[in-house]
């Protein structure tokens, strides 16, 4: 075997795809029953289908869905351009799409100042994300010098920055609800908003996408790729640890002591999953284990999965959209702040999407799935995670039930997901931090085992289904081997 990839998610996929293409014996190897890990559609009630984790397709590869052909393998999309809608209490729902125009006539019932504000603003941050492609999307190129803007925003947090932007709770609310994974007042939060802008979905800058068929469907088509470039799919198939010669990865042990040799593994780890080996143990110095641990997340998200008996209504908003609940921007600093202290924020920031209003196959007639991500919420939850499962769905239904008045009415069936079990089933992931988003792609995917990459989205600079940790990662496998 010339490659072993350990994970068949999305990177795993990709990662294996691409080596095998190069000529490489490729073997992937999955824990689970089935492939896709995140990336997955899942019946959670009789007749309903819905993404069982990530739900909207924002940062998708175009390099990969062209590369390995992903339309011949079957992927379609059930609608390529959502627009992002936030809900309001009071009714004033703000649409923000594309079309810049558009969307500033939406923005002026709430200010128009911000309305103007508006194409001046989406422009600053699209021509940065333009800028910052060569660094996020590929590896750093000799000669390309950090845009100065990009080490200004380095030292701005995302709250002053939109403040001096525009006036308006509804649109700074809106905005900053693609740059939640850090608190706005950490310095350099700008910049997930700048990564955001950099990706493109179906050839759209800062699109989002749902196929038909749900996020399973990427998955089949990318194991369609992989079947027809000849890698060996085993799932079931659970790697207890990485072996390792003289600083080398030699191969890989399955929990069944079945031993799989090969010169290269590729590994869809996150650092801190990295540390829990063996040979991460035993290959990492005590300043780097210790810097490790401390890349073990304190903010987290959880899923929530809802079957419906009639459809959602937003208050006349278009149901083909990108929901979201946040009031203010201090909801994700008082959010970030709580989880940080292990707490339960008062106030849930929640991503919605309705997959029934453009996949209609996904419940029974006339029935829907609402998918719902809740972020931040702490990792570790004083009291545990298991004893709140219950009242974070409620807590969630009730946000939305302000937004969608009667939707409580018409749930038959809820899933919920928390971070410990989102943990549990994936992994632990890394935390995102300014200084991961800024580092370049060699050190995140690079390890002090020579041999051994890694290719997950804990590698990329901001965690979504990408595949393009897997393949960067690939691209560094094959020039180490033809070194
Ligand atoms: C709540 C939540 C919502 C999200 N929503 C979105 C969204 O809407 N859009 C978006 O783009 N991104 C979203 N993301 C992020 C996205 O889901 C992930 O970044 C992406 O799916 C990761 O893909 P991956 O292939 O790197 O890893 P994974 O999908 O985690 O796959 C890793 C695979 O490796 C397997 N594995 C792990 N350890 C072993 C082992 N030892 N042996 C064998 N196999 C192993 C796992 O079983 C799994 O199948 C969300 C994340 C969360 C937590």
């Known amino acids: 075997m010339s490659a072993i990839v350990v994970g068949g998610g999305v990177?795993?996929?990709?990662?294996?795809?691409?080596?095998?293409?190069?000529?490489?014996?490729?073997?992937?190897?999955?824990?689970?029953?089935?492939?896709?890990?995140?990336?997955?559609?899942?019946?959670?009630?009789?007749?309903?289908?819905?993404?069982?984790?990530?739900?909207?397709?924002?940062?998708?590869?175009?390099?990969?869905?062209?590369?390995?052909?992903?339309?011949?393998?079957?992927?379609?999309?059930?609608?390529?351009?959502?627009?992002?809608?936030?809900?309001?209490?009071?009714?004033?729902?703000?649409?923000?799409?594309r079309d810049v125009r558009a969307t500033a006539r939406g923005i002026a019932a709430h200010s128009r100042a911000d309305a103007e504000a508006w194409p001046r603003f989406r422009r600053e941050l699209f021509d940065l994300a333009r800028a910052m492609r060569p660094f996020w999307w590929d590896e750093p190129k000799r000669g390309w010098n950090l845009p100065p803007t990009i080490a200004?925003?380095?030292?701005?947090?995302?709250?002053?920055?939109?403040?001096?932007?525009?006036?308006?709770?509804?649109?700074?609310?809106?905005?900053?609800?693609?740059?939640?994974?850090?608190?706005?007042?950490?310095?350099?939060?700008?910049?997930?908003?700048?990564?955001?802008?950099?990706?493109?979905?179906?050839?759209?800058?800062?699109?989002?996408?749902?196929?038909?068929?749900?996020?399973?469907?990427?998955?089949?088509?990318?194991?369609a790729a992989a079947k027809v470039a000849s890698v060996e799919l085993r799932t079931g198939a659970h790697v207890a640890d990485i072996l390792v010669k003289d600083g080398a990865a030699t191969g890989v042990v399955l929990e069944s002591g079945e031993e799989i040799v090969a010169k290269r593994?590729?590994?869809?780890?996150?650092?801190?999953?990295?540390?829990?080996?063996?040979?991460?143990?035993?290959?990492?110095?005590?300043?780097?284990?210790?810097?490790?641990?401390?890349?073990?997340?304190?903010?987290?998200?959880?899923?929530?999965?809802?079957?419906?008996?009639?459809?959602?209504?937003?208050?006349?908003?278009?149901?083909?959209?990108?929901?979201?609940?946040?009031?203010?921007?201090?909801?994700?600093?008082?959010?970030?702040?709580?989880?940080?202290?292990?707490?339960?924020?008062?106030?849930?920031?929640?991503?919605v999407v309705v997959p029934t209003a453009a996949d209609p196959a996904l419940a029974p007639m006339g029935q829907h799935v609402v998918s719902i991500r809740i972020a931040p919420l702490p990792r570790h939850l004083a009291g545990g995670w298991d004893a709140a499962k219950a009242p974070l769905a409620a807590k969630a239904i009730a946000a939305l039930e302000r937004c969608a008045p009667g939707l409580a009415r018409h749930v038959t069936a809820?899933?919920?997901?928390?971070?410990?079990?989102?943990?549990?089933?994936?992994?632990?992931?890394?935390?995102?931090?300014?200084?991961?988003?800024?580092?370049?792609?060699?050190?995140r995917i690079l390890t002090p085992i020579k041999g051994l990459f890694l290719c997950g989205a804990a590698s990329e600079p901001v965690g979504a289904v990408s595949g393009r940790a897997g393949r960067i990662a690939a691209a560094h496998a094959l020039r180490e081997a033809a070194k």
């Open 265 to 351: 593994v590729l590994a869809s780890l996150s650092h801190s999953q990295l540390l829990a080996t063996k040979a991460g143990r035993s290959a990492l110095g005590i300043g780097e284990s210790t810097a490790l641990e401390r890349s073990v997340p304190a903010v987290a998200s959880a899923k929530v999965l809802l079957a419906l008996n009639a459809a959602p209504n937003f208050g006349g908003s278009p149901s083909r959209g990108r929901f979201l609940l946040a009031d203010k921007i201090e909801t994700f600093v008082t959010a970030h702040a709580a989880s940080r202290a292990g707490c339960m924020p008062e106030e849930l920031a929640l991503e």
């Open 11 to 97: 990177n795993g996929l990709v990662a294996a795809t691409y080596l095998a293409r190069a000529g490489r014996k490729v073997v992937l190897l999955e824990a689970k029953d089935a492939l896709g890990g995140a990336c997955a559609t899942t019946t959670f009630a009789t007749g309903f289908k819905g993404p069982t984790i990530a739900h909207a397709l924002t940062a998708l590869d175009p390099r990969v869905v062209a590369e390995l052909k992903l339309a011949r393998r079957g992927l379609k999309f059930a609608v390529r351009d959502m627009p992002t809608v936030a809900l309001r209490a009071d009714g004033k729902h703000l649409v923000i799409g």
């Open 414 to 443: 809820a899933q919920v997901l928390t971070p410990d079990d989102i943990a549990k089933r994936y992994g632990e992931e890394d935390e995102v931090t300014v200084e991961r988003v800024m580092s370049d792609w060699p050190s």
């Open 152 to 223: 200004t925003l380095r030292r701005q947090n995302l709250a002053a920055w939109l403040d001096s932007r525009f006036e308006s709770d509804a649109v700074k609310a809106a905005v900053a609800c693609d740059a939640s994974g850090l608190s706005p007042l950490v310095p350099g939060s700008p910049l997930l908003l700048v990564w955001r802008g950099c990706q493109e979905m179906c050839g759209l800058q800062s699109a989002a996408a749902i196929p038909l068929g749900g996020p399973g469907a990427l998955v089949d088509a990318l194991t």
